[in-house]
């Protein structure tokens, strides 16, 4: 079980790494509104990984 959720943590590591990188690759254009598409996409990613550890931890956990 353990092996499971270190599986879980090190694709959800890389996950956020890779929303972090594109979140910072992304420099402003010039004028005009700031992008806020990196920063967007982190906290997307964050909600996402909550969620799918609620959904884990109420259906699949066996305790």
Same mark, same amino acid.
């Given at each position: 079980?353990?092996?499971? #959720? *270190?599986?879980?943590?090190?694709?959800?590591?890389?996950?956020?790494? !890779?929303?972090?990188?594109?979140? &910072? $690759?992304?420099?402003?254009?010039?004028? #005009? *509104?700031?992008?806020?598409?990196?920063?967007?996409?982190?906290?997307? !990613?964050?909600?996402?990984?909550? &969620? $799918?550890?609620?959904?884990?931890?109420?259906?699949?956990?066996?305790?």
């Amino acid at each position: 079980m353990k092996k499971i #959720g *270190a599986e879980v943590l090190a694709s959800a590591g890389m996950v956020l790494l !890779t929303g972090v990188t594109y979140a &910072l $690759a992304n420099e402003p254009h010039g004028e #005009g *509104a700031p992008d806020y598409s990196g920063v967007t996409s982190i906290y997307y !990613t964050l909600i996402g990984l909550i &969620l $799918a550890y609620g959904f884990y931890d109420s259906f699949l956990k066996k305790s």
